[in-house]
């Protein structure tokens, strides 16, 4: 059970938009800013978004983060059958002194 | 470029200890926190440590606190995670982080009998 919750699985059309939620509370996604990774399967996870909502510079604008209260939120338009990946949010727990993440969740472009 | 790589990974039996050491370059070592992550086979990320720039804080996730042990040595660009007391559920891959931007290729522990 992950301190943050995902939805186990998103999927969309080519070419279409998803979201992708991350739930948490004041002592995580509350008051500390949220990252997301994306990982394919047999490699490391890459950063897409730090800071609630910033994007390093080899990252398209097809990727944009939201914060708002607890909640944490991926964009992704312009989907590609590349974009097929596990996406995973994180930020740290003030309550708990530790970082969490959520329990990911497995996009499929359709 | 900047880069970190992890090794030390293997099979070990249970109870026993293993060292994990990751090399970083490319980057100013001693301005930033590192982490350790792992990943068990077929599941998410679960965080595990983290140790302040200069190596005087550290923190455990509760799964490994008193058996892990984060260091590091910043005149050798080298992070540390000594595992001791493993168990079979530690088996996962293993990866060095910096502020959880940057991370390794990971390094895979099996702990089995």
């Known amino acids: 059970q992950s301190v943050l919750t995902q939805p186990p699985s998103v999927s969309a059309a080519p070419g279409q938009k998803v979201t992708i939620s991350c739930s948490g509370s004041s002592s995580n996604v509350g008051n500390n800013p949220v990252s997301w990774y994306q990982q394919f399967p047999g490699t490391a996870p890459k950063l897409l978004i730090y800071e609630n909502n910033k994007r390093p510079s080899e990252i398209p604008d097809r990727f944009s983060g939201s914060k708002s209260g607890t909640s944490a939120t991926l964009g992704i338009t312009g989907l590609q059958t590349g974009d097929e990946a596990d996406y995973y949010c994180?930020?740290?727990?003030?309550?708990?002194?530790?970082?969490?993440f959520g329990g990911g969740t497995e996009l499929t472009v359709l | 470029q900047v880069q970190l790589v992890e090794s030390g990974g293997g099979v070990v039996q249970p109870g026993r200890s293993l060292r994990l050491t990751c090399s970083a370059s490319g980057f100013t070592f001693n301005s930033f926190t590192m982490h350790w992550v792992r990943q068990a086979p077929g599941k998410g990320l679960e965080w595990v440590a983290i140790v302040s720039s200069d190596g005087s804080n550290k923190y455990y996730a509760d799964s490994v606190k008193g058996r892990f042990t984060i260091s590091r040595d910043n005149s050798k660009n080298t992070l540390y995670l000594q595992m001791n007391s493993l168990r079979a559920e530690d088996t996962a891959v293993y990866y060095c982080?910096?502020?959880?931007?940057?991370w390794g290729q990971g390094t895979l522990v099996t702990v089995s009998s």
């Open positions: 982080a910096k502020d959880l931007y940057l």
């Open positions: 994180g930020t740290w727990d003030s309550s708990l002194s530790v970082v969490v």
